[in-house]
């Protein structure tokens, strides 16, 4: 933030250190290994009194020297003249934490020039005590030179105690100096060894060359053992959490890590090879090839250590992006740009949004992201975002994705980034949406009823609305299966329960008949659950018409997962098609009652918002092609799936075959977070609002969608998602709560929170099982007072949940309420009576039935008491 932008638009800057870095540290190893490798072989050659030896150290001296002193010497300097290009404030940084470090390298380094110029130039006038002190001095001063840089690169690493303290030694002795100290120590060993062969290779003397082949083998071979040791040690010495960043949770990582140890492996191997007697051609040959191998494998671990420490460039100090972390909070509050030294915007307003965000990007972003540059082109890695996607990305920065900062600023600045990058950057697109679709369906009315029936029918829907995936050749979320529920009773002073003795049977209104010739995308729930949409067979056998059957647990007649969709045939998205039950004598055949209900179900799922994507039917719903691909893209990168490759293969696959769902009775992977805590856990992190909008980016419940599900008297008087289920933020938790010993759990509860209640407070519970009750805000059946929620206050027993509790006489809540999210009075969007069809039919208003002293509809007369529960014969609150 302090010093101005180097912009490197195509190339990157990252790339540019890493192409100078890996040859500099290649050489550098060399120089220290190397130091040993001449003292060592030298000391050979006088314990041996070889004078061949002595020959192939004085050649070996001047190329060793060129490659060292001279490339080294430009590339070291080459990598200080870059970071400070690139990276001014981690050096800065760096140069005033560690001045006298700094200072007492360069004296090492001085010291390794003036001992090699000796060595060199005075090779043959030394005698034999002087050479061999001058080569040790050599090799120390280079090993000293490397125990203080490695000091200084292990800080950026693992800082320790001078978080706390600040003192030069809690930094400089960190808890993976030892460990990276002998692990470079003996890769300058290996190096070494590997450097001896360039110039043993050419040697004359057949004999002698293999001679000395052999004894650089030694130096590859015998520390190799110290190598993998060290290396093991190297990687536990890392922090817990950051190891698991660094190497479970960044997807870079794992492509270093193979190539660093597929180079030791050929390296190990050819240096075996060499051990042998091999014939001189080939030997040439090798040679090179294990000079590029030995870059690949210094590249290999170069490249791991530096993505470890991301985000940071000094790890829990400042990010790659040159923000210190003790800074964000302020600038969260603040603004970036009004903070940023160099930014020539201060303020953001509709004029200058696209410029602001360029400002941004090329703060935040520009040092590690290219725009159609060779790595991490943030132009290919967007294609598939919308904006509000891009919105949702930026707000997930640092969260569960912790390899990459978060985003610092206000949220007018991340919108302007995400309107940059999305319409800045990418090429214009069609930025009119279509209109929808809008189907017209006939206006629904009720059934006729009259006093002299002897019969009363109730029948609602379990769930007020059932979601379905409509991309089931990608991947099966829901398939189609509602669940329709109904009573029977015998009108009376005191009516009976018909549970014996009658049929009841529903029947699909004319035109939802045919779900099977609307879209192919049943195909894998037809394999996997035996559904056979071309016969309209459902998951539990049930087709579009059928019977119910008596359950004596729930004290209802049900109809469980009958396979309607909201497809008209013909076309047109209608969400809440209208069944017709009717109940009859099972020995006359005479029909006792008919009423209708709707079987709400919605394929208006809300991923196209982040993934891309049109709405695949209507312009109004359903998950599209494109759209399906890019979840499955992202779920395959991030988890390590082929769920892509597979679904192409003609093997889609159920969500909940992994993620344990009770609402499809799938147990999952029991070591793996249930659907709706991994679902609603990972979208938390990302989602940038927390209210009910949240929830309405995702379920069918938008006011200005196609389905708008959540349709009852709630709605109506303005209660909304938040106040029953809590922030997504909220409702996330109590589901990971429940699910705390399952890896990912942590990570994905560690960035949420509540402004009414600690996250660890949140009371853990079960998805379906779990819920808010209703007497939490209607306190003996009254109208709610205060500041009323029934978050955090959860049914412990299933059977207690509104759609499953039966009240006094076996009169289930529903029956008389409506179902759940559609209670009555509610406001249906296909035509406005649709969902209060029954309370009309039974009663003449749009209120529960037996409100307002309408108990004649089930005892044939006016009832002196509220006999189900209290407040229930008063006039309601709310007049439609």
Known sequence: MNYPIWELWTIGGGTLIALIAILHVYVAHLAVGGGLFLWLTDWKGYRDKNPKIHDYVRKHIWFFLLLTMVFGGMTGVGIWFIIGLVSPDATSALIHSFVFGWAIEWVFFLGEIIALLIYAYKFDQLGRSARLQVAFFYFLFAWLSLFIINGILTFMLTPGQWLITGAFWDGFFNPTFFTSLFFRSFMAFMLAGLFGYVTAVFIKDKEFK????????????????????????????????????????????????????????????IGLYFSLKTRARLQKGLVFVLVIIGLAWMGGFEFTREIARKPYVLNDIMYSNAIKKDQVEQLNQQGFLAQAKWSQIESIDDENRMAAGKELFRMQCL????VKGIRNDIVTRTTTFTEFGMVSQLTGLGKIQSYMPPFVGTDREKEA????????????????????????????????FVPENDYILLAWNDLGMHCISDCDEYFVILPPANTLQAQLFKRGAVPEFVTEGVELTYQVEEGFENPSEHVPFWDYVDKTFGMSLEKNIGLSGNGLQGMFEFDDETMSYN??????????????????????????DRSSGEILATTQVVAPNSTEMGCRHCHAGEWRVDNQ?????????????????????????????????????????????????PELLNFSAAMHGWHANYMPMNDEQAC??????????????????????????????????????????????????????????????????????????????????HTGFQMPEGNYTGFNQWVEDPADLYRNRTGYAGVRCIACHGSTHAIYPAINPMDMQRDNLQPLQYTGAIYPVGASQTCEACHKQAMEFPVHHENMDREPRIQF
């Open 210 to 269: 293999q001679t000395m082949m052999r004894y650089c083998s030694k130096w590859l071979l015998y520390p190799f053992i110290g190598l993998v040791l060290s290396a093991v040690a190297y990687y536990f010495s890392i922090p817990s959490l950051l190891r698991e960043r660094a190497f479970m949770v960044n997807p870079q990582t794992p492509f270093f890590v193979s190539v660093f140890v597929i180079s030791s492996v050929l390296i190990f191997a």
């Open 367 to 370: 040092s590690c992201h290219t």
């Open 417 to 448: 980034l995400a309107h940059y990058i999305m319409a800045g950057l990418h090429p214009p697109g069609d930025s009119e949406e279509a209109e929808p679709v809008v189907a017209e369906p006939a206006v629904a009315s009720p059934d006729s």
């Open 559 to 584: 109809a469980t997962a009958i396979p309607v969709v909201p497809y008209r045939d013909g076309g047109g998205f209608i969400p809440y098609p209208i069944f017709r039950i009717q109940a009859k």
């Open 621 to 669: 719903t359903g998950v599209s092609e494109l759209t399906a691909v890019n979840i499955l893209q992202v779920h395959d990168r991030i988890s390590g799936t082929t769920l892509l490759k597979d679904a192409r293969a003609g093997n889609p696959r159920l969500c909940q075959e992994c993620h344990a769902d009770p609402a499809v009775n799938q147990e999952g992977n």
């Open 696 to 777: 309405q980016m995702c379920h069918p419940a938008d006011p200005g969608g196609g389905t708008r599900c959540f349709r009852g008297i709630h709605a109506q008087i303005g209660v909304t998602c938040v106040e029953c289920h809590g922030t997504l933020q909220e409702h996330a938790s109590s589901l990971l709560n429940a699910e705390q010993e399952k890896p990912g759990a942590g990570r994905l509860l560690a960035h949420l929170s509540s402004e009414r209640v600690a996250i660890h407070e949140i009371k853990p519970r079960k998805p379906w099982q779990n819920q808010p009750d209703c007497l939490n805000c």
